[in-house]
């Protein structure tokens, strides 16, 4: 038996490894399959065959950050800009309930116009629908996302993208790692659901960089984890940089199935991105989380992280008819329920 089978064994029936034993999963390619076979098998015992689908409504392309991998950052002078009002994005949400979404995702750059005021009033009209609300909005002081989590916000995604002080600094000018932690605690604090995540194929980034990462996410149990590959965009810093490894993405996915084993995991739309059909490869290696999007139109065109993205030319409505086939076709069934993690030991 290859000492990564041994791994994969432990991390399957204990749901620890050291650093050393993530590093070899990581640098393993040998393992993959063997690997992704053993998270699916974790993800049908702990959070079951349901898929939660979770309509995504991007509204707002500003963003007063400047990250070197991110088509939305300030410099970027070629993108359309745009914000939904009020009005529309209550809508988009009133329109992803009627698709049979249970959960939407309120996505933005992180856009000053949309201030405390103006997102708690969007908040209370979408709780009105009895849908769950997750929020990624980028940094915030305590008291704003207190004041958002009273207005009925579940959830919040605030990916870290690496948790490697050095390269986070070199990757997000003007940006602070530790006021993204404190962020993290903050939301952990206040009884959010918490998510985050990490961008494989950084420059600079290491497989250690990665296991710390694993560590990190296993130390705050993250309630939800997005994790894709670097798509590089050309009107970036790191438009000439080469693509996240989609191979070391999926491992990656995998071991934090068999370490984190009832969180909520995405298959991302990056994965689809690099290589079609990648969701439903994802979902088969632990992942039970799709966010299908619900915006249209120019807005959906201009919310452009990166080039080549996935379905952008979709309708919502193809959108969640397609999602929920290919989940049928791959034996799975679209969960009825809003999502929320169930902690539970076997």
Known sequence: ??????????????????????????????????????????????????????GLIEFSNYCRQNCAYCGLRRDNKNIKRYRLSAAEIVALARQAKAYGYK????????????????????????????????????????????ALREAGADRFLLRIETTDAELYARHDPGMSHERRLRCLQDLKALGYEVGTGTLVGLPGQTIDMLARDIFFYQQIDADMLGIGPLVPNPHTPLGDAAPGDWHLTRRFVAILRLLLPDSNIPATTAMDTLKPGGRDIMLRSGANVVMPNVTSGEARRNYALYPGKACVDDTPEHCRSCMSARIAAMGRFVAEDKGFRQQRKI
């Open 1 to 54: 038996m290859a000492e990564w089978q041994e791994i994969i064994e432990k991390g399957k029936s204990s749901h620890k490894l050291t650093h050393e034993e993530i590093c070899c999963l990581l640098a393993a390619p040998a393992c993959e399959e063997e690997l992704a076979c053993a998270a699916d098998e974790v993800r049908h015992a702990y959070v079951g065959d349901g898929v939660h689908l979770r």
């Open 103 to 146: 959960t939407v995702v309120l996505q933005s750059g992180e856009d000053e116009y949309f201030t405390l005021p103006r997102l708690r009033a969007i908040l209370l009209s979408i709780k009105e629908l009895d849908l769950a609300v997750t929020l990624s909005i980028g940094e915030r002081s305590y008291a704003e996302y207190k």
